[in-house]
């Protein structure tokens, strides 16, 4: 029971941190002109911040994958850093075309203004 409050306890300060960096950066981020650098920024941080997977090979604990990646290449080695950086690699391309995404609305929404 113990280690399971500890788990969870450090997911939610986990992401409380996050949150608190997130705020801070979205606030950093807001280049007014430059649309596509905001979004593109926003997005791939967001998806390196909060992309989760298994800590062990048994599957039953998550983790945030940059920090699998970052502790498999220290104590592994950099052939078994692999298993994270696949998905945090798809999650970076899907951050990427939601952020193209954002762009073309908010490109949208700007030119029916000036009409």
């Given amino acids: ?17 996050s949150l608190v960096f997130l705020s801070v950066y979205w606030r950093l981020t807001r280049f007014p002109r430059w ?3 905001k979004h593109s920024l926003r997005c791939l941080m967001i998806a390196l911040i909060f992309t989760p997977w298994y800590a062990n090979s048994d599957g039953d604990t998550l983790a945030p994958a940059l920090m699998i990646i970052a502790l498999d290449a220290i104590t592994k080695g950099l052939e078994d850093v692999s298993t994270a950086l696949a998905p945090l690699l798809l999650a970076l391309f899907i951050a ?6 954002l762009f073309f609305r908010e ?3 700007s030119l029916d203004k000036v009409s």
């Fill in 1 to 17: 029971m113990a280690a399971e409050f500890t788990y969870f306890g450090s997911w939610m300060l986990y992401l409380l941190a």
């Fill in 35 to 37: 649309l596509g650098l």
């Fill in 96 to 101: 990427e075309l939601f952020a193209v995404f």
């Fill in 107 to 109: 490109k949208g929404r």
